[in-house]
């Protein structure tokens, strides 16, 4: 017999739940004065009548989870899920999902629309970050009929199981054995844009086939350290492709960024220096993403900083993309950057939102540290893997060509994982 609550006729009752929305479930009803175990069965109610099917929630390792409800809230609940032949764990997680997005954050309500910020970062060189910078960016400004034509995205992590499975049936840099589904719920988002090459390499500039900046002129940098005058939209140059539609533009690298940190150690807040730079230009874009540095620097701190939790803004708008590899060598990297932004939240007093992990050029066919090391990603469960992307030929071949990845190949695994990826964030 299950133990009854004392205040009635609750009963006990053990499900699962991600992590994740169990954190945020917790905070919003304790910020909303709400008891969770109420909160809990208005979720329930709310999921079994609403009016169209929720998306998939990555429920995988999803730990127990006890609460005390009613036979009333708790019967129906279960066959509402046997009718959408799910288990109770993906009923639960789409029922707090819909909860959580019905009941905002009184922190967060709607405030006038505001320009986007994404920092894409991790210390290590060589997991594509760039790649990942550029082919959000296009992901983002992407016409939204010609992004249906191309496939659209992944349904989501779930589909990262059948992608394994069709890696595995083919040779290297070969096309799939057979097309995989598209999601119709995908559209574009046709957003203005501007891509910022943050790394004094110039990764992204050279790829998008633009010239790096001279180092005797203006320069990002320059701004950043108030030893240029003009003005920096003179800087940015467009991605011309029909694709785009004139929405996606560049502001190229110079390589006196090597100088950096020197420029802006003197500098009063150096953290905000970056923020000073780009506020110019944030009024004529709707996302602003950052090719960072592979460093763990004073840029790196400044980049940090710009990508926080403004007054205001709505939690999630803005913050931090970590791109990783299935590897060990880039848990270590992850292990020393999340020290890096821990600290700087806690020495300026701000929040910075964990977007998520993007998992880059995985192939299940090079044996099992890589797979074990992909389920050690997941199971970190915050930040939360919000992308896997394949390792294939399209991203060094779109590179090579000075194209952006979508505009290169729209239809390739690919560029199909950079739109999943924009639309997990957006959600």
Same mark, same amino acid.
């Given at each position: 017999?299950?133990?009854?609550?004392?205040? /009635?006729?609750? #009963?006990?009752?053990?499900? !699962?739940?991600?992590?994740?929305?169990?954190?945020?479930?917790?905070?919003?009803?304790? +910020?909303?004065?709400?008891?969770?175990?109420?909160?809990?069965? @208005?979720?329930?109610?709310? &999921?079994?009548?609403?009016?169209?099917?929720? !998306?998939?929630?990555?429920? =995988?390792?999803?730990?127990?989870?006890?609460? &005390?409800?009613?036979?009333?809230?708790?019967?129906?609940?279960?066959?509402?899920?046997?009718?959408?032949?799910?288990?109770?764990?993906?009923?639960?997680? #789409?029922?707090?999902?819909? &909860?959580?997005?019905? %009941?905002?954050?009184?922190? %967060?309500?709607?405030? +006038?629309?505001?320009?986007?910020?994404?920092?894409?970062?991790?210390?290590?060189?060589?997991?594509?970050?760039?790649?990942?910078?550029?082919?959000? /960016?296009?992901?983002?400004?992407?016409?939204?009929?010609?992004?249906?034509?191309?496939?659209?995205?992944?349904?989501?992590?779930?589909?990262? =199981?059948?992608?394994? =499975?069709?890696?595995?049936?083919?040779?290297?840099?070969?096309?799939?054995?057979?097309?995989?589904?598209?999601? @119709?719920?995908?559209? =574009?988002? #046709?957003?203005?844009?501007?891509?910022? $090459?943050?790394?004094?390499?110039?990764?992204?500039? !050279?790829?998008?086939?633009? !010239?790096?900046?001279?180092?005797?002129?203006?320069?990002?940098?320059?701004?950043?350290?108030?030893?240029?005058?003009?003005?920096?939209?003179?800087?940015?140059?467009?991605?011309?492709?029909?694709?785009?539609? /004139?929405?996606?533009?560049?502001?190229?690298?110079?390589?006196?960024?090597?100088?950096? $940190?020197?420029?802006?150690?003197?500098?009063?807040?150096?953290?905000?220096?970056?923020?000073?730079?780009?506020?110019?230009?944030?009024? %004529?874009?709707?996302?602003?993403?950052?090719?960072?540095?592979?460093?763990?620097?004073?840029?790196? @701190?400044?980049?940090?900083?710009?990508?926080?939790?403004?007054?205001?803004? *709505?939690? /999630?708008?803005?913050?931090?993309?970590?791109?990783?590899?299935?590897? @060990?060598?880039?848990? $270590?990297?992850?292990?020393?950057?999340?020290? *890096?932004?821990?600290?700087?939240?806690?020495?300026?007093?701000i929040t910075a939102t964990y977007l998520g992990l993007v998992v880059n050029l995985y192939d299940a066919r090079d044996? %099992?540290?890589?797979?074990?090391?992909?389920?050690? &990603?997941?199971?970190?469960?915050?930040?939360?893997?919000?992308?896997?992307?394949?390792?294939?030929?399209?991203?060094?071949?779109?590179?090579?060509?000075? #194209?952006?990845?979508?505009?290169?190949?729209?239809?390739?695994?690919?560029?199909?994982?950079?739109?999943?990826?924009?639309?997990?964030?957006?959600?």
């Open positions: 017999m299950l133990p009854t609550d004392d205040q /009635g006729d609750r #009963q006990k009752v053990t499900f !699962k739940l991600p992590a994740s929305l169990k954190t945020e479930l917790k905070i919003r009803a304790a +910020e909303l004065g709400v008891d969770i175990q109420d909160a809990v069965a @208005d979720a329930m109610n709310e &999921w079994r009548v609403a009016p169209a099917p929720t !998306k998939q929630v990555d429920t =995988a390792k999803a730990p127990p989870f006890a609460t &005390w409800l009613t036979e009333a809230d708790a019967s129906p609940f279960r066959e509402e899920c046997s009718e959408r032949g799910i288990p109770y764990v993906q009923g639960l997680a #789409q029922a707090v999902k819909l &909860w959580l997005k019905t %009941h905002p954050s009184l922190r %967060h309500q709607p405030a +006038e629309r505001r320009t986007r910020r994404l920092i894409i970062c991790n210390q290590k060189g060589g997991v594509g970050k760039t790649a990942v910078t550029a082919g959000l /960016g296009a992901a983002f400004a992407e016409d939204a009929e010609l992004a249906r034509l191309a496939g659209g995205a992944f349904p989501g992590a779930a589909e990262l =199981a059948r992608l394994e =499975a069709l890696l595995s049936q083919k040779e290297p840099d070969g096309a799939p054995a057979s097309p995989v589904e598209a999601d @119709d719920s995908y559209e =574009a988002q #046709q957003l203005r844009v501007l891509l910022v $090459d943050y790394d004094p390499q110039g990764h992204l500039t !050279k790829q998008l086939g633009v !010239k790096q900046l001279p180092a005797t002129g203006p320069s990002l940098a320059k701004f950043m350290a108030r030893q240029a005058s003009g003005d920096i939209h003179d800087l940015i140059v467009p991605v011309d492709d029909e694709r785009f539609g /004139g929405r996606l533009d560049l502001l190229p690298s110079c390589q006196d960024a090597f100088l950096l $940190d020197v420029m802006i150690s003197t500098a009063r807040n150096r953290q905000a220096t970056l923020e000073h730079a780009l506020e110019p230009l944030e009024a %004529h874009y709707d996302v602003i993403l950052i090719d960072c540095p592979p460093s763990l620097g004073m840029a790196m @701190d400044a980049a940090i900083y710009y990508g926080r939790e403004r007054d205001g803004e *709505q939690q /999630g708008q803005s913050g931090i993309v970590i791109v990783v590899q299935a590897e @060990d060598s880039s848990a $270590d990297a992850y292990t020393m950057l999340v020290e *890096q932004i821990d600290d700087g939240m806690l020495d300026w007093r044996g %099992h540290v890589v797979t074990s090391s992909l389920d050690e &990603w997941y199971g970190l469960g915050e930040p939360r893997v919000i992308g896997v992307i394949p390792r294939r030929k399209e991203q060094r071949e779109a590179a090579r060509a000075r #194209q952006p990845l979508l505009a290169y190949d729209p239809s390739c695994a690919q560029s199909r994982v950079m739109r999943q990826i924009v639309k997990e964030i957006s959600s």
